[in-house]
Each structure stands twice: as structure tokens, then as C-alpha cells.
């Protein structure tokens, strides 16, 4: 979704936000992209799903080399996995669903028979995403389009593939505010 430019006002700043989260919840209810879904199996059951627009278009999507369908069930499950805790911790029995429209992994890949991912500051990870969180009964409780750049390289030494990723997204799962 792109960003509208708008003069600060109270009532546009309002107006924006409530098409934005319309957008995000007809982008997510419509079915665009592809899917795939947390370790959970079925949509019904999964913590987190992750859903990707497009995703032969992204910036930077390839995962240690792999085409873009082997890279989006890598990078699906190193996020299901690092989501799923912080759901049940934070917003426990919902449910939430991450539609990618844009991933610029961090770093950037080398050339030649044996591709490696070479990650510096200057070459952080971009993820552009909406998302939609449910209760147990299917209410909407938060909904929204969200843009994250990691800071820097992943300072807790993460493993895994796509360490930077997972960890500005758990950040910013721990940081959603919620009105219940």
C-alpha cells in the first residue's frame, strides 16, 4: 500500500488511518499472492500465517540462493518459528497473519557456485508487510501495513538463514499495542 501525503491535520491523519486499515483488511480477506502457513498445518489451527504478494517481484528475496518458492517456505518457517513464542506470550489464542508485499533480505548475496549471503550495517533487511490479528472468535482486534529496517546487523547472534528478519519482527510483535 502507498503511502498517502497529506497535509497533518486531525481529521486527515484519522481518514488515513482508517483507509489504510481498510486496504489492509481487503488485501488480506481478498486472497492475493500465495500462501503458506505456520507449523500449525491448517489456517484454522496455525499461530501465524504468512502470505506473500508477488513475491517473484521483491527486492531481495533469495534465500541462500534458492529460487524464490524454496526461499519463501525457508523464510515462512524461520518466521513461524520465531513468532509463534511471542504469540502465545503476548496475544495468547490469536491469531495472526502477515501478508508480505516487499522483502529486501539483509546483506547482500556473492556470486559464483557457492552463493553466500555477506551481511553488513550498511546492508540492512526491509520488510514491508500488512497485517491482520485475531481473536479466537475471528474479531479483528488489530490491523494495519508496516514497514521495518533492521538497525544493524542481528546483535543477539541469531542463527538460521534469516536471522536479522526474525528478529526485527519479534521486536515488533513484542511492541504492538492492542486495544482490548
Not at 79 to 108: C, H, K, W
Amino acid at each position: 500500500m502507498k503511502a498517502l501525503f497529506l497535509p497533518k491535520r486531525r481529521s486527515s491523519t484519522l481518514t488515513k488511518s482508517v483507509l489504510y486499515a481498510a486496504g489492509a483488511i481487503a488485501v488480506l480477506m481478498g486472497g492475493n499472492g500465495c500462501t503458506t502457513e505456520g507449523q500449525g498445518g491448517s489456517s484454522a489451527g496455525s499461530l501465524v500465517t504468512i502470505q506473500y504478494v508477488r513475491p517473484e517481484s521483491f527486492t531481495d528475496f533469495r534465500i541462500q540462493g534458492r529460487d524464490v518458492q524454496t526461499s519463501a517456505s525457508t523464510f515462512t518457517r524461520e518466521v513461524t518459528q520465531a513468532l509463534e513464542p511471542v504469540m502465545r506470550s503476548q496475544f495468547p489464542g490469536d491469531r495472526l497473519t502477515l501478508q508480505f508485499t516487499n522483502i529486501d533480505l539483509a546483506g547482500r548475496s556473492s556470486q559464483g557456485p557457492r552463493s553466500v549471503r555477506v551481511v553488513r550495517s550498511r546492508t540492512p533487511a526491509r520488510l514491508w508487510f500488512n497485517y491482520l490479528l485475531r481473536d479466537q472468535s475471528g474479531k479483528t482486534v488489530a490491523t494495519g501495513s508496516q514497514t521495518l529496517t533492521t538497525s544493524s546487523v542481528s546483535t543477539r547472534g541469531g542463527s538460521g538463514p534469516v536471522p536479522s528478519e526474525t528478529e526485527v519482527l519479534q521486536r515488533w510483535l513484542r511492541r504492538l499495542s492492542v486495544p482490548r
